[in-house]
């Protein structure tokens, strides 16, 4: 079995973003509040995370139980909330709960001030005005703008970067096509065509990555062709078109490496980008299907409630942690691509 060491190049890049403690801290931090998230189900959900009845253990967080399981009389899922259930449960064993009993979707009952209602030791951030926990939905949010994200960069990352090679390594009437093409995508109104095609087609996560999916990935090409273009006239790559090494062969291993670093400078502002896009949308109306644990949805429910302080201020908090973040782990990384700051 041979172990993964990095290139003495990339151990030195390594080292320099180390150095940089503001990007290593908000690495850290980034890493940690992401790790959580994904694991919402089991610290917010109106579920117990493990039940042990007549002998028997189940695990509702994971699996659907119908109401008979416990010795109710419906086939349907078992609310755990009702207290018919609790008492058909408690009487023959125990539940265990998630730090927070209620999911992102969850209607809390039994408020002590009309929604949306202030923090308390129950509802650690409050309630919206729909009665759903703020905590839960901000943990729920935070995982799904990330994912989505994550996911639009990469498909962002893999267009862009395969236009821009081909571009930039032919050149000539392909590149010249190209650019063109470019100049007229890159001047589409890319909010206003989101927002009509959301009266057209219901949105969902899916969907709005396709579309955002169109435009995001014309921000790469330039830096990837300036690459390509540089790359294919340099004394190893004619070498290698002298022996006859295949053009996919000399774009992959020879040209590449090096389009590769301006695309890793830019990962973290694109990831940014895809978030405050999202957010945009969600915040509109045009974004997530209605009750989707938006950040979006709590900003525009902290405009429409000034009430209620606490809503546009955990908003407030969260997406400028989030893309503060992102943006100071982008800035250690293009330090650490930059071959002025790379010391041995």
């Known amino acids: 079995m041979s172990n993964f060491t990095l290139s003495p190049v990339n151990q030195r890049r390594w080292k320099?973003?180390?150095?940089?403690?503001?990007?290593?801290?908000?690495?850290?931090?980034?890493?940690?509040?992401?790790?959580?998230?994904?694991?919402?189900?089991f610290i917010a959900n109106d579920k117990p995370l493990l039940v042990h009845f007549s002998d028997d253990f189940y695990f509702p967080v994971l699996q659907h139980y119908p109401e008979t399981t416990f010795g109710g009389d419906f086939d349907t899922?078992?609310?755990?909330?009702?207290?018919?259930?609790?008492?058909?449960?408690?009487?023959?064993?125990?539940?265990?709960?998630?730090?927070?009993h209620f999911s992102y979707d969850t209607h809390v009952a039994d408020l002590s001030q009309p929604a949306p209602s202030p923090p308390d030791s129950r509802n650690w951030l409050g309630t919206d005005d729909q009665a759903r926990d703020v905590f839960a939905r901000v943990l729920y949010g935070f995982r799904l703008s990330i994912l989505f994200a994550l996911v639009l960069t990469a498909g962002s990352c893999v267009m862009g970067v395969a236009v821009g090679?081909?571009?930039?390594?032919?050149?000539?009437?392909?590149?010249?096509?190209?650019?063109?093409?470019?100049?007229?995508?890159?001047?589409?109104?890319?909010?206003?065509?989101?927002?009509i095609m959301a009266n057209i087609v219901t949105p969902n996560f899916w969907w709005l990555l396709g579309i955002m999916l169109l435009f995001s990935w014309t921000s790469l090409v330039d830096v990837v062709r300036a690459e390509f273009l540089r790359g294919r006239n340099l004394e190893y790559v004619r070498a290698a078109k002298a022996l006859g090494v295949g053009n996919a062969t000399i774009m992959w291993r020879h040209i590449l490496p090096n389009a590769m670093v301006a695309t890793m400078t830019l990962t973290p502002f694109l990831i940014t980008g895809a978030i405050t896009t999202l957010t945009s949308l969600d915040f509109l109306g045009f974004g997530m299907p209605p009750g989707s644990p938006s950040l979006g949805e709590l900003v525009a429910q902290g405009k429409s409630n000034l009430q209620a302080p606490w809503l546009a201020l955990t908003a407030f908090t969260v997406l400028?942690?989030?893309?503060?973040?992102l943006v100071f782990i982008g800035e250690g990384i293009r330090d650490a691509f930059d071959p002025r700051l790379v010391q041995g």
Do not use: C, H, K
């Open 320 to 325: 400028s942690l989030m893309l503060t973040l």
């Open 77 to 100: 899922e078992a609310d755990y909330s009702d207290p018919y259930v609790v008492d058909l449960i408690n009487s023959r064993g125990w539940m265990l709960w998630p730090m927070v």
């Open 165 to 195: 090679a081909v571009q930039g390594y032919f050149g000539g009437r392909i590149d010249l096509l190209g650019q063109r093409f470019l100049e007229i995508w890159g001047g589409l109104p890319v909010l206003f065509l989101l927002i």
């Open 16 to 41: 320099t973003f180390l150095r940089n403690r503001r990007a290593r801290w908000s690495l850290i931090l980034f890493v940690v509040l992401f790790s959580v998230s994904l694991i919402a189900e």
